[in-house]
């Protein structure tokens, strides 16, 4: 994971061009050095302890005004500062967006921020807000995953409020949880379908099949905390939960006022307990500094505790906490920092790889298709699911309610991001679908529409997501322009607009190793942009390449419509659709070396019809592709298919006219995604 040490404020898409470097000032003291904004760091007992690679975001509330996000390493070492509108409790998603709770407003807030990392202040961001939301000094979040809801604690009505993740505006919680009191922080455990609710008179509600259920009924169970000295637990505030070992690590805030009565408690069997429970493990004490521990995250054996009060704050770090006897004991690490209000700490790995990226054929997926025969017919805004084996014909998997869906494709978090449209701006866009798998409809209290006359929005086809960037990038086919949008984007957004030369684009992909972006054009073209995050295509394509064999350049018609790069082959991958309006002129063909291709480039492969009434392909209209490193899968839609063609690059028979491997009927298929399991 590279990171990148940014400071100061942008507008979107500024952020991609510049990253201005920020350092820390050593100090010349044992254990201990000020960061460049004046928090101290103290290294207990003069040595450094080790942690696991991870990046830490410690959002701040101070009195004095100070909201900010600091993004810190796993040293706790400053990399990035910015704001984000919000000042409560915060987290990040699979996709790198950070979402953040605030009640700095008369009606308190839900932001979703891009590019959690490294964004600046003013960088794209939705949110949900308004009296709708019925929020009410909303404070600690929690994300269901499998759902697509954020969990809010609604600290100034006694309620767990659940909100659409994908949702903009003034939209109402998709359920509400009545609580017997005032809750801070929760922690949700996805294996056990689980809610654990941090309340501020001192008890835990739990809530067993809560995505399920959504807390119908109420807490299936209640517990308080004993320390061993026989002190009952008092003010609830920060949670977290060790699934494999089912103990819990909570804080205890004690008087608001008070600045030296906080606690920490390790709790064995959470998953059970009920009514009065002892705690594991109780830390306190005048040398732990625990006064308002109001956040908190444990990652693995270690927790890392928001401390609101003592000195003006500081990040608590607390090693091997199920190990511990407890007691008065001092932090193993502690920076100061300004009243911190929340800590995320995302462990460093390797990102899953965008489905448009996926070269592993051992990849477990599915496909996901679009159905578009014909605005407002039946099958206009569904989308069907296939096993990767073809063996039977596509299941609804759900429905938009939108006429004309044409592209299809998902982020890490498993949402959906579907282009649609009828030819003008009043009706055409891009739907935002949380948590695809576990709906049925679109909901408008779950996900968000761009649409409007700023977005340019009248036709758009392919979607791509360049997930690292957290940009969305369009083709739009009326307006024969490509549009990057922020996947934060919501409602009438403005795009950047990068220049085709007046050709009408269909579908794209990023090639993110190679930071290119590959554009399909309906005149038989390819368009590449070359470093495409420091510039987004401004001054239009760094190459064109005009696929060809023997030197000579396919006779019209040719219309280019799906494709893919391959970046462990270096070779792009291209259907071709040739006339719309016939059965029988389709193309799929190979641009070798195509990081570095200008101009004619004699194809490596070619699958077509040779025209003399032997065709084998069916291939008429494949307007889009998906490939999973070895396997192809074509969206053939006047000949009403999907097709597979059995490691398509590897086979060497595949050229030609031949047969694909495989097909299933299916209505018009109008796009098609690897949609991992």
Request: charge should be negative; proline fraction near 4%.
């Amino acid at each position: 994971m590279e990171r990148t040490h940014v400071s100061g404020n942008a507008e979107w898409p500024k952020r991609t061009l510049l990253a201005l470097a920020v350092s820390s000032l050593a100090l010349g003291l044992s254990g201990c050095w000020l960061d460049d904004d004046d928090d101290d760091d103290d290294r207990v007992g003069g040595g450094a302890p080790e942690f696991a690679a991870a990046t830490v975001y410690v959002a701040s509330n101070s009195g004095g005004g100070d909201t900010n996000v600091r993004v810190r390493d796993e040293d706790l070492e400053l990399m990035n500062t910015y704001t984000t509108g919000a000042n409560e409790g915060v987290l990040v998603n699979e996709a790198g967006h950070l979402v953040q709770a605030g009640d700095l407003m008369s009606t308190g807030r839900l932001v979703t921020a891009c590019n959690a990392e490294t964004r600046m202040t003013g960088d794209a961001s939705y949110e949900i807000t308004g009296a709708t939301t019925t929020f009410s000094s909303p404070k600690g979040i929690a994300r269901i995953a499998s759902e697509g809801l954020i969990a809010v604690a609604n600290n100034g009505a006694s309620t767990v409020l659940l909100m659409g993740a994908s949702a903009s505006g003034d939209v109402a919680p998709v359920a509400t949880v009545a609580l017997a009191a005032n809750a801070w922080d929760l922690v949700y455990d996805d294996a056990s379908d689980r809610l654990f609710v941090a309340q501020v008179d001192g008890t835990v509600a739990v809530f067993d099949r809560f995505a399920q259920d959504q807390g119908v009924g109420g807490a299936n169970r209640t517990f308080s905390i004993v320390d061993g000295d026989g002190e009952p637990s008092v003010n609830l505030h920060g949670i977290d939960y060790d699934a494999d070992g089912d103990r819990l690590v909570i804080g205890d805030v004690g008087e608001a006022g008070s600045d030296d009565d906080g606690k920490l408690y390790v709790v064995d069997s959470a998953s059970t307990a009920d009514g009065q429970v002892i705690a594991t493990t109780t830390i306190k004490g005048d040398q732990t500094r625990l006064g308002n521990p109001v956040d908190l995250q444990l990652t693995g054996t270690d927790v890392r505790i928001a401390e609101k009060a003592n000195g003006g704050g500081s990040v608590l770090v607390y090693q091997n906490i199920f190990s511990r006897s407890g007691g008065n004991v001092a932090a193993d690490r502690v920076l100061d920092t300004p009243a911190p209000e929340s800590i995320e700490v995302v462990l460093e790995t390797d990102p899953a790889p965008g489905v448009t990226d996926i070269l592993d054929p051992d990849t477990a997926y599915q496909l996901l298709t679009t159905s578009n025969p014909a605005t407002g017919s039946a099958t206009s805004g569904q989308l069907f699911t296939n096993e990767s084996t073809l063996a039977a014909a596509p299941a609804l998997a759900f429905d938009a309610g939108l006429d004309s869906v044409e592209n299809v494709t998902l982020d890490r978090d498993g949402n959906a991001y579907i282009t649609y449209d009828d030819g003008t701006t009043a009706n055409s866009g891009i739907a935002v679908i949380g948590a695809i798998d576990a709906r049925d409809n679109f909901d408008g209290s779950r996900d968000r529409l761009i649409t409007g006359s700023n977005t340019r929005l009248m036709s758009p086809k392919g979607i791509e997501l360049a997930d690292d960037l957290g940009l969305m990038i369009v083709a739009e086919q009326a307006g024969a322009e490509v549009l990057v949008f922020s996947a934060c984007a919501s409602g009438n957004a403005t795009p950047t607009v990068v220049s085709t030369g007046g050709v009408a684009p269909w579908d794209s992909d990023y090639d993110a190793e190679g930071d290119a972006l590959y554009v399909a054009l309906t005149d038989g073209t390819v368009a590449a942009y070359d470093d495409f995050s420091a510039d987004l295509g401004d001054g239009g394509p760094d190459r064109l390449i005009t696929p060809a064999m023997g030197g000579t350049p396919f006779a019209a018609p040719t219309n280019i419509h799906g494709i893919r790069y391959v970046a462990s082959d270096d070779v792009l991958i291209i259907s071709d659709v040739g006339s719309g309006a016939a059965a029988d002129d389709g193309a799929l063909m190979t641009i070798p070396d195509a990081s570095s291709s200008d101009g004619t480039t004699n194809v490596g492969k070619r699958i077509a019809n040779p025209g003399d009434g032997s065709d084998l392909t069916g291939l008429g209209n494949p307007v889009d592709i998906a490939f999973d490193g070895a396997d192809l899968y074509v969206a053939e839609k006047i000949n009403g298919q999907i097709q597979v063609w059995r490691d398509f690059l590897s086979d060497a028979a595949l050229t030609g006219n031949v047969a694909p491997s495989d097909s299933v009927a299916a209505t018009a298929p109008e796009s098609i995604v690897l949609k991992p399991e």
